[in-house]
């Protein structure tokens, strides 16, 4: 299933995707990347899933969370030199039933301007 235009999904930015500064391109590079809908978890609750599921210290350590429309991704998308119809779908998993995926391959360049348009999170302290 598709997720809204209006929806907001954010993914896990980890410290091999963090130079301290900004995330890297290789966030969003590929097929199938894996984001989370905040409409099913609250952004609150998504920094222990990320942590318990998706760290490995000392090494990969959760330093942000990204997060964007699917709307504003699609639009990126259809206004990206070699356009694409971005999609957004919803595959829970058992450790995350908020995880969803965009299935379409997302080059480098593409995912460039993705990462330049994420909010930001840092964990609250």
């Excluded at 900004?22 to 990320?50: C, D, K």
């Excluded at 330049?116 to 302290?125: A, C, F, G, V, W």
Aim: glycine content about 4%.
């Amino acid at each position: 299933m598709a997720l809204a235009a209006e929806e907001d999904i954010v993914r896990a930015i980890c410290t091999d995707k963090w130079d301290g500064m900004r995330a890297a391109p290789s966030l969003f590079t590929g097929q199938n990347v894996s984001v989370s809908r905040l409409a099913i978890i609250p952004l609150s609750e998504h920094w222990e899933m990320f942590r318990n599921h998706l760290e490995k210290p000392p090494e990969r350590r959760l330093e942000r969370i990204g997060e964007i429309s699917v709307g504003r991704l699609q639009r990126i998308g259809q206004d990206y030199k070699n356009s694409i119809d971005l999609t957004v779908e919803a595959k829970p998993e058992d450790w995350n039933p908020a995880h969803a995926q965009i299935p379409q391959r997302i080059t480098r360049g593409l995912a460039n301007q993705i990462v330049r348009t994420l909010k930001l999170h840092q964990q609250p302290r």
